[in-house]
C-alpha cells in the first residue's frame, strides 16, 4: 500500500489516539475529519468542493430526520420519571414485594432497572439514579459490596439495549432500517440478559446468604390492603406507562416518535398526579435533556463529517481489501467483527463506537451470508441486535468502563474502586453468554419481529 491507500487507517488511528486526550468527541471527529480532508486535498484525493457536501448531509442526516426526534422525547422521558421521584418510589414497591426472596434487594435493584430501561437509554443518569437510591439501602442490610455494586451497574446498562433505546434509534438510521423492527428484536435479547442476572443473584444469595441478607419481614404493608395500595400507587403507573409506550410501537398504532410523545406526556402526568410537577423541576428536567442531546447530536455532527471523510479516501474499500486478505469466511468475519468490539469497549463508550464503527462496516454486514442460520434479509437486523448486546459491556469493562466511574463518584468512601471491577465480572460474563446465545439461536432476535409482522 503507498501512503495514499494508508490514509483511511492512519485517519481511524488518528481519532482513536486523540479520545484518550479527553477532548470532547464531537472536536475530535470533526477536527479529524477536516484536517484529513485537507491532507487528502494536498495529495489529490480529495476535492476542496467536497467539503461543501457536508452540511447537506448534516441537515439532512440530522436536523431533518424525523426519526431522531424520538431522542429527546425518551430523553425527557426518563428524566421526568428520575425528577419526580416516581422511579424511587418504584423500587420501594419491588424491595417490599421480593423481600422474603433470597437477594431480594439485588433483584428489586436488577428489576427496577429493566422497568427503568424502558424510559430511557442514557445509562450514566441510570446508574447514578440506582446507586444513589439502592446503594445506601443495600450497604445498610450489609450486602457484599462486590454484589451491591456489580448489581447496579448491570441493572443501570439495561437501558441502552431494552427498547425504546436512543441507541437501537441511532442504529436504525445509520443502517436505513426500520426503528420499530429492531426494537422488537432487541426485546427478548434485553430480557434474556435480565433473567441471567437475576437468575445469577438468587443462586449467589442462596449460596452466600451471609452476603445477601433479606429484608426485615415487618418491613411494608401490615396488610393486604396496604399492599394492594401500595402497588396501586407505586408500580403499576410507571408499569402501565412503559407498556402503552411499548405495545403502541409493537402494535403498529403508533411510530416510535408518536410514542415517545406519548410517554414524555405520560411521565408529566404521573409527575402531576404525585403532586411533584413543580415549574422549577420542569424546568430542571428540561434543561438536562437539552444539555443530553445537545452533546449527542453534536457528536452526529463530528461522526457524520468523519464518516463521509473516512468512505471519500478510500475507507471502506481498505477495510475490504484488509478482510479479504485475511482469508476469513462469513463466520469468521463475524467473530472477528464481535471481538474488535469488544475489545473496543474496554476504552470506547457506545455512542463513540456505533457512529465510528458501524458506518464503516455496514456496507460489508449487507455482504455476508450465512445460509439457513439467518436469512439474508434478517441478516442487517441480527447483527445490529449482536453489536447491541456485545456494547453493553463497554459500560463495565475496565479501564474505561463509563458505568464504574459514574457509580464510583458518588459511592462512599469504603466502597472501593477494586471491589467494584471485582462485581462485575460475573455480569460481563453474563453478557458474554447473552451474546453467544443470540449468536447460537437467532431465533431470540428475530422470532419476534417475524411473528408480529407475519
Known amino acids: 500500500m503507498d501512503l495514499v491507500d494508508l490514509l483511511p487507517l492512519v485517519m ?8 484518550f486526550t479527553g477532548y470532547p468527541v464531537a472536536f475530535v471527529l470533526g477536527g479529524v475529519a477536516l484536517a484529513f480532508g485537507f491532507i487528502g486535498t494536498g495529495l489529490g484525493v480529495f476535492k476542496p468542493i467536497e467539503f461543501f457536501n457536508l452540511l447537506p448531509r448534516i ?12 431522542v429527546p422525547l425518551f430523553v425527557f422521558m426518563g428524566t421526568m420519571l428520575e425528577r419526580s421521584d416516581v422511579a424511587a418510589d418504584l423500587l420501594r414497591a419491588l424491595q417490599v414485594l421480593l423481600r422474603r426472596v433470597p437477594g431480594g434487594l439485588a433483584l428489586a435493584v436488577t428489576l427496577m432497572g429493566t422497568i427503568m430501561a424502558a424510559t430511557t437509554g442514557i445509562i ?12 445506601p439501602v443495600m450497604l445498610e442490610r450489609r450486602y457484599s459490596h462486590e454484589l451491591a455494586t456489580g448489581t447496579i451497574a448491570a441493572a443501570g446498562t439495561l437501558g441502552i439495549l431494552i427498547p425504546p433505546s436512543i441507541m437501537l434509534v441511532i442504529m436504525a438510521d445509520l443502517l436505513s432500517i426500520s426503528v420499530g423492527n429492531l426494537f422488537l428484536g432487541a426485546l427478548f435479547p434485553g430480557l434474556l440478559l435480565s433473567g441471567l442476572y437475576l437468575l445469577y443473584i438468587t443462586a449467589f ?30 408500580f403499576l403507573p410507571p408499569v402501565f406507562l412503559i407498556v402503552l409506550v411499548l405495545g403502541s410501537i409493537f402494535a403498529g398504532w403508533a411510530t416510535p416518535t408518536e410514542a415517545a ?40 455532527i463530528g461522526a457524520t ?10 475507507g471502506d474499500y481498505v477495510i475490504e481489501d484488509l478482510i479479504a486478505a485475511s482469508g476469513l469466511q462469513d463466520w469468521g468475519i463475524l467473530i472477528l467483527l464481535m471481538v474488535v468490539v469488544f475489545l473496543l469497549g474496554f476504552f470506547f463508550d457506545w455512542v463513540e463506537i456505533t457512529l465510528i464503527v458501524l ?12 445460509g439457513d442460520h439467518v436469512a439474508k434479509p434478517e441478516i442487517v437486523y441480527w447483527f445490529a441486535i449482536l453489536l447491541a448486546v456485545n456494547l453493553q459491556t463497554s459500560f ?39 451474546l453467544a446465545a443470540c449468536v447460537a439461536f437467532p431465533d431470540i432476535v428475530l422470532w419476534l419481529p417475524r411473528t408480529m409482522l407475519d
Request: hydrophobic share 55%; with cysteine.
Open 261 to 300: 410523545g406519548v410517554g414524555a406526556a405520560g411521565t408529566i402526568l404521573l409527575a402531576a398526579l404525585k403532586r411533584r410537577l413543580t415549574f422549577a423541576a420542569l424546568v430542571d428536567v428540561c434543561e438536562r435533556t437539552g444539555l443530553t442531546c445537545a452533546m449527542i447530536f453534536f457528536i452526529f
Open 59 to 70: 441537515w439532512g442526516g440530522i436536523a431533518e430526520n424525523l426519526v431522531l426526534v424520538a
Open 305 to 314: 463529517a468523519f464518516s463521509y471523510v473516512f468512505r471519500s479516501l478510500g
Open 396 to 434: 463495565l469493562t475496565p479501564p474505561f468502563g463509563f458505568a464504574l466511574f459514574y457509580m464510583k463518584g458518588i459511592c462512599p468512601p469504603q466502597v472501593k474502586l477494586g471491589q467494584i471491577y471485582r462485581g462485575i465480572v460475573p455480569f460481563v460474563i453474563l453478557q458474554l453468554v447473552g
Open 12 to 19: 481511524f488511528a488518528s481519532v482513536a489516539l486523540l479520545l
Open 359 to 370: 458506518p464503516i462496516i455496514a456496507p460489508l454486514i449487507k455482504t455476508l451470508d450465512f
Open 124 to 135: 450514566g443518569a441510570s446508574v447514578v439514579m440506582l446507586t444513589m437510591m439502592a446503594l
Open 205 to 234: 444469595a442462596t449460596l452466600r446468604p451471609a452476603s445477601a441478607p433479606p429484608l426485615a419481614t415487618a418491613e411494608g404493608p401490615a396488610s393486604g390492603g396496604e399492599l394492594a395500595l401500595l402497588l396501586l400507587k407505586s
